[in-house]
């Protein structure tokens, strides 16, 4: 068996993944042009790690319980940072927050609610489950890189050298 077969075997991909411990940000959202605006953000932010774009509150959940085709620990790392829309197919941000609020191993991922607009009872109620910061929608391309440059600061990472080379 040869050194890259290997690293094919799952848990040498555990392995490798906890050894390059790669930066990973899940974005929850299922609107393509906000999904496009948000990753190009990140890419340019200088973020030197992967992101990971899911749909819905059932994907997320799936996601971080690394089932179905989010099993591979390696290509699907846990994320540090959880980034999400509050107005999901029919399902709310807060649906996600009080999934993550019940479990106690994802009460320390933060989460960052990126929306258009946030209603003051939902907000309240978001605060609540541990939602870490809200941050407002806009369509100014230069705005949405500092807004996503200062939630990237929410946990370590060093950005980029050689350019832009966030995944998505």
């Not at 107005?87 to 993550?100: I, K, M, Q, T």
Request: aromatic share 8%.
């Amino acid at each position: 068996m040869s050194w890259a077969s290997l690293a094919e075997l799952p848990f040498m991909k555990l392995e490798l993944a906890r050894l390059e411990k790669r930066r990973c940000v899940l974005y929850v959202d299922h609107v393509q042009d906000d999904i496009l605006q948000l990753s190009h953000a990140v890419t340019m932010s200088g973020f030197c790690g992967v992101l990971h774009v899911v749909a819905s509150v059932a994907e997320a959940m799936e996601y971080l319980e690394g089932q179905g085709r989010f099993e591979d620990r390696y290509e699907f790392p846990e994320p540090d940072l959880i980034v999400s829309e509050t107005n999901l197919r029919n399902e709310r941000g807060n649906d996600l927050a009080s999934r993550l609020h019940a479990r106690e191993c994802y009460k320390q991922i933060p989460l960052v609610f990126f929306s258009r607009g946030f209603h003051p009872k939902e907000k309240k109620q978001a605060e609540a489950l541990g939602v870490t910061a809200f941050v407002l929608k806009t369509d100014v391309p230069d705005l949405v890189k500092e807004q996503m440059s200062a939630v990237l600061k929410f946990f370590p990472m060093e950005a980029c050298h050689s350019g832009p080379c966030a995944m998505l």
